[in-house]
Nanobody
Framework: QVQLVESGGGLVQAGGSLRLSCAAS????????MGWYRQAPGKQRELVAT???????NYADSVKGRFTISRDNAKKTVYLQMNSLKPEDTAVYYC??????????????WGQGTQVTVSS
């Protein structure tokens, strides 16, 4: 069993910053890819950023240069630092964590989602 707990969302003015966190716990042997996705009202969930086990990163074009994804393997936590936020960044942000359990089973879990609202 793997649990993900997200935190850090909120309301911020355009140009401001927020930092999201997603902590994994449970029967985890190893964590491979970690990522952040978002879903705005009436839109499909989209990739924001991903980071591999060797910290190779990938970003959506819309957030390049403004968002930074990072991970702390010891804490089993992935972060998303969001700077220069724009109203179009408003969405529910979800973390996604993939890896292996102590029973050598692969897993892929989603966090519960955290609301980010950017006012103009």
């Amino acid at each position: 069993q793997v649990q993900l707990v997200e935190s850090g969302g909120g309301l911020v003015q355009a140009g401001g910053s927020l930092r999201l966190s997603c902590a994994a716990s449970g029967s985890i042997l190893s964590i491979d890819a970690m990522g952040w996705y978002r879903q705005a009202p009436g839109k499909q969930r989209e990739l924001v950023a991903t980071i591999t086990s060797i910290s190779s990163t990938n970003y959506a074009d819309s957030v390049k240069g403004r968002f930074t994804i990072s991970r702390d393997n010891a804490k089993k936590t992935v972060y998303l630092q969001m700077n220069s936020l724009k109203p179009e960044d408003t969405a529910v942000y979800y973390c996604n964590v993939q890896g292996h359990t102590t029973g050598w089973r692969t897993f892929a879990y989603w966090g519960q989602g955290t609301q980010v609202t950017v006012s103009s």
